[in-house]
Each structure stands twice: as C-alpha cells, then as structure tokens.
C-alpha cells in the first residue's frame, strides 16, 4: 500500500460552483479524518469517520459542506455554492482505531476559488 | 477545548547547529503529543510522538522532543540542523480522556537552514 491518496490534487473553480474531492486511506485504516490548511496556518479538523459512520463534525463544516464514506473505505467531500473564503488546502488522513495512533496524511487537494 | 501554541512562526538556522522549536498545550490532563514535519506541497509527516512512558522521545531524522508535564510543553530539538531540514513544522494533540482523536495543530513553525 502507498498510503493515503487524493484526487484532484488541484482544483479551480468558481465561487458559487460545487466541487467535490476524493480520499483513498490505507486499506486496513478504519477511520478517516478531513482538515483544513489555509495559508500560514496549522491544519483545522473538518469531520472524521469510523467505518461508513461520521462521528463528529467541526463546526467549521458549514451545511455548504458534506462528506460520505459510503462503504467504510474512500470518501469524498463535497463543497456546494464555493466562496472564495473555502480557497485552501484539504487534507486527509487515515488511522487505526484506538489508542494514540498516528494519522497518516495524504498530499491534499489545493482549492483556488476565483 | 483544546489549543496549541507554537512560539516562533519562522526560526532560521545555520547547518550543523542546534534546533529547537517551541510547543505548549494548554489541557489540564496531558493530551497525547504529535510533532509532524510538512515540506511544500506535499502532506504531513509524523516525526515523533508521546503517548506514555519514557518522556524523552526520540522520532525520524535525528528529533527528538521532551514531555514536561509541569511546562505543558513539548518542544522540538535536533543537536545539528541539516539542509534537508528545512521545512515546516507542527506540533499537534488529541484528548487522551474523551476518546476524541481529532488532531489540534499549532499554527507551524517555519524552520530555515542557512548554509
């Protein structure tokens, strides 16, 4: 396995379009995290998944923004009518359950909202 | 809630010198500690982290970081700075008494290696 995966890498768009992004974690990683990076800043959590079950929401995760893992494996995060304040890095990440275990990042999609 | 500070956005080295790079939390039950190193475009990568145990840990690339609970620190240090580590840094914490395993960053800190 090659570790997390996402596509795009990049994506631009324009504000009031929806976009939509996809992670593959590591196969045997059961939970599954989205951040958010904007420039000179530390990742912000989005949402995470154990399985197919989305157990927390941030409350930065407007009702603009949805995400699904529909079979407890990939998932995708949807953004809806983009602003150009939703320009940033997104991030995932994958993990075992349990414990301190490490998340493991993927490469992160780039959103440029015009 | 839980916050991370990271004192210094940018620290600037010369090759072959000391790094330290500064992290405190601000939980009253000490949350687990991650350090994780992002280089440009390209993802996080965890460096070293504390869960329990020994309070010196040693990670990848020659770091090393040190768990004071009595400072709720947990700052960064490497004895000789190469140019390969110039990079980003962030030190990160999850809830060790929820079960909540959201990451909380600092805000980075940018390490520069000067020849």
């Known amino acids: 396995d090659t570790g997390v995966s996402q596509d795009p890498r990049h994506k631009i768009t324009k504000r009031g379009q929806n976009v939509t992004f996809r992670c593959d974690p590591i196969?045997?990683?059961?939970?599954l995290y989205w951040y958010r990076q904007t420039l000179g800043q530390g990742p912000e959590f989005l949402t995470y998944?154990?399985?197919?079950?989305?157990?927390?929401k941030s409350r930065l995760l407007s009702d603009r923004f949805s995400a699904e893992r529909p079979k407890g494996s990939f998932s995708t995060l949807e953004i809806q009518r983009t602003e150009q304040g939703d320009s940033a890095m997104y991030l995932c990440?994958?993990?075992?359950?349990?414990?301190?275990?490490?998340?493991?990042f993927g490469p992160g999609t780039r959103l440029t909202v015009l | 809630a839980q916050s991370v500070t990271q004192l210094g956005s940018h620290v600037s080295v010369s090759e072959g010198a000391l790094v330290l790079l500064r992290c405190n939390y601000s939980?009253?039950?000490?949350?687990?500690l991650f350090w994780y190193v992002q280089y440009p475009n390209q993802g996080l990568q965890l460096l070293l982290k504390y869960t329990t145990g020994a309070t010196l840990v040693k990670g990848i690339n020659g770091f090393e970081a040190e768990f004071k609970k009595s400072e709720t620190s947990f700052h960064l240090t490497k004895p000789s700075a190469h140019m390969s580590d110039a990079a980003e840094y962030f030190c990160?914490?999850?809830?060790?008494?929820?079960?909540?395993?959201?990451?909380?960053f600092g805000s980075g800190t940018r390490l520069q290696v000067q020849p």
């Open positions: 998944f154990q399985n197919e079950a989305q157990l927390e």
């Open positions: 990440a994958s993990s075992l359950s349990g414990g301190a275990n490490e998340q493991f």
């Open positions: 939980s009253s039950v000490p949350p687990y």
């Open positions: 990160a914490v999850s809830d060790r008494d929820t079960g909540r395993r959201a990451l909380t």
């Open positions: 196969s045997e990683h059961n939970r």
